[in-house]
T-cell receptor, first 119, second 111 residues
Framework: NAGVTQTPKFRVLKTGQSMTLLCAQD?????MYWYRQDPGMGLRLIHY???????AKGEVPDGYNVSRLKKQNFLLGLESAAPSQTSVYFC??????????????????FGAGSRLTVL | GDSVTQMEGPVTLSEEAFLTINCTYT??????LFWYVQYPGEGLQLLLK?????DKGSNKGFEATYRKETTSFHLEKGSVQVSDSAVYFC??????????FGKGTRLHILP
């Protein structure tokens, strides 16, 4: 059982380049999330999706785009990378409320992270 | 908007010491409350959770009680081990499915 898999694990970009981070989950989860982790800032939510074909903005969405064309995949794109986007990116997924706990959201399963450096 | 405040780290303790990591939150509605742990070089994983007032979540010797009246969910452990060294995140979660994390508290346990 692979859980949540992120690719690539490491990437170095030059300012202005574009790239896509791929998140894949094999647990049939409805919800998927992208976070970034920076020293002293904790985890901040970039975008999330509550189902195939849907996306929503989180706390820090500027400079990123996402797509959820298939239920198992959630892509995070950087169209024109900036040094401020140097970070560790984490993908997570969970069941929907209907299949999980009765109140609030459900338990997140995280990927191992993708370290991105923008020069 | 929703927010969470954790005690600032790093927290350094000797092995077998008592641990408390404070967490208070503001959230709309009646959130579920979670503690996640991140070991070095890994993603976060669930440590424990509580879904209603006065519930106590527990796992691996850690405990936290949902205190609705003080909007708190403090993490405690009676006797820490070196293997507990990690970063701990408090996370309230409300009905709109956005899960907001605190800044994390780094814990160092000395042998």
């Amino acid at each position: 059982n692979a859980g949540v898999t992120q690719t690539p694990k490491f990437r170095v970009l030059k300012t202005g380049q574009s790239m896509t981070l791929l998140c894949a989950q094999d647990m049939n989860h409805e919800y998927m999330y992208w976070y970034r982790q920076d020293p002293g800032m904790g985890l901040r939510l970039i975008h999330y999706s509550v189902g195939e074909g849907t996306t929503a903005k989180g706390e820090v969405p500027d400079g990123y785009n996402v797509s959820r064309l298939k239920k198992q995949n959630f892509l995070l794109g950087l169209e024109s990378a900036a040094p401020s986007q140097t970070s560790v990116y984490f993908c997570a997924s969970s069941y929907s409320k209907r299949r999980g706990s009765l109140t609030g959201a459900n338990v997140l399963t995280f990927g191992a992270g993708s370290r991105l450096t923008v020069l | 908007g929703d927010s969470v405040t954790q005690m600032e780290g790093p927290v350094t303790l000797s092995e077998e010491a008592f641990l408390t990591i404070n967490c208070t939150y503001t959230a709309t509605g009646y959130p579920s409350l979670f503690w996640y742990v991140q070991y070095p070089g890994e993603g976060l994983q669930l440590l424990l959770k509580a879904t209603k007032a006065d519930d106590k979540g527990s796992n691996k010797g850690f405990e936290a009680t949902y205190r609705k009246e003080t909007t708190s969910f403090h993490l405690e452990k009676g006797s820490v081990q070196v293997s507990d060294s990690a970063v701990y995140f408090c996370a309230p979660s409300n009905r709109d499915d956005k899960i907001i994390f605190g800044k994390g508290t780094r814990l160092h346990i000395l042998p």
